[in-house]
């Protein structure tokens, strides 16, 4: 689907939702038409934006469009800003008849902070989410139980309501911190399992005991997930400074583990802005035949 919180195209000029998705910290793509050549649906420097749930604005439509669309969210998955410059050629590969080529250039803005996956709407994660929402953090908050979710959410949290929960950790972006609390320890196995499987999670925290714990990496281990896969299982969540079994003071504890988390993102993000530009240069020197085309056809 490609909107999914309305029908059809959204009103918004491509800068309106760039704007918007900036405010609200979601990780979207803006797409350019770079050069034409021939007949095109759109002229260059013709803007639509994509984000993970909603399209903005358009590059003219039919195919060209949807393999656009469908290039941009694959970006998105990784979690990364960069510049990708694609060729698209308008003929039957694409199921369109005008002929045309066109340069398209995917700039990808990915949020600074850090993405979340809160798997339960219990009563820990009722303590928990007000105080994440306070911080520089991105959140899911996931449960197949729609009744357990307050009616107010806060900005920054997204509720995703799932009768099979665990189809969520496919869904999720590369680099997401996942935390498990929900009620069902079947489930917070599944979860864990399908989390290490996948292996492109920032990082795992599962709510338990030490014993809780100690079961979880021996079934993993007769599963045949490696000792480091199961080592990046963090159980018990939580700083051990802090203890008590309140929900309010396991959230604390919890809290305190991803305040650490994401100061040490910031701290180690490595600065990759001149090599993301020069690689863009790079593509874009196939762009000068192109615009000789376009002056020919002219």
Same mark, same amino acid.
């Given at each position: 689907m490609l909107n999914q919180s309305t029908q059809?195209?959204? #009103?918004?000029? /491509?800068? !309106?939702?760039?704007?918007e998705?900036?405010?609200? #910290?979601?990780?979207? @793509? +803006? =797409?350019?038409l770079l050069g034409a050549a021939g007949s095109t649906p759109r002229a260059s420097g013709t803007k639509m934006v994509i984000s993970d749930d909603n399209i903005y604005a358009t590059i003219g439509g039919g195919h060209l469009e949807f393999k656009a669309i469908e290039h941009a969210r694959t970006l998105i998955q990784r979690g990364e800003s960069c510049q990708e410059v694609e060729n698209f050629q308008l003929r039957a590969s694409l199921g369109q008849c005008c002929g045309g080529q066109v340069l398209v250039l995917f700039e990808v803005f990915a949020s600074d902070k850090l993405h979340l996956d809160v798997y339960g709407a219990g009563h820990v994660a009722h303590a928990l989410i007000p105080i994440l929402a306070q911080l520089p +953090?991105?959140? *899911? /908050? +996931?449960?197949? *139980? #729609? !009744?357990?979710?307050? !009616?107010? +959410?806060?900005?920054? @949290?997204?509720? &995703?309501?799932?009768?099979?929960? =665990?189809?969520? @950790?496919?869904?999720?972006?590369?680099?997401?911190?996942t935390l498990i609390l929900t009620h069902n320890h079947q489930l917070d196995f599944a979860l864990c399992q399908a989390v290490l499987k996948r292996d492109q999670s920032l990082w795992l925290g599962v709510i338990g005991s030490d014993t809780k714990a100690k079961k979880f990496q021996y079934r993993l281990m007769q599963r045949g997930f490696s000792e480091q896969q199961i080592d990046s299982m963090t159980c018990p969540v939580g700083l051990s400074e802090v203890s008590g079994k309140l929900?309010? !003071? &396991?959230?604390?504890?919890? #809290?305190?583990?991803? @305040?650490a988390l994401y100061q040490s993102l910031q701290d180690d993000k490595p600065k990759q802005k001149g090599k993301q530009w020069k690689e863009l240069q790079d593509n874009l020197v196939h762009l000068s035949p192109l615009q000789s085309k376009k002056s020919k056809t002219g």
């Open positions: 059809g195209l959204h #009103a918004h000029t /491509w800068l !309106e939702a760039a704007t998705l900036e405010a609200s #910290a979601a990780t979207y @793509v +803006i =797409v350019t +953090i991105q959140i *899911r /908050w +996931i449960d197949s *139980r #729609a !009744e357990l979710f307050p !009616e107010q +959410i806060p900005a920054s @949290v997204k509720k &995703v309501i799932d009768d099979e929960p =665990v189809a969520q @950790v496919k869904a999720a972006a590369n680099n997401t911190a929900p309010m !003071e &396991v959230a604390v504890s919890i #809290a305190g583990q991803l @305040v």
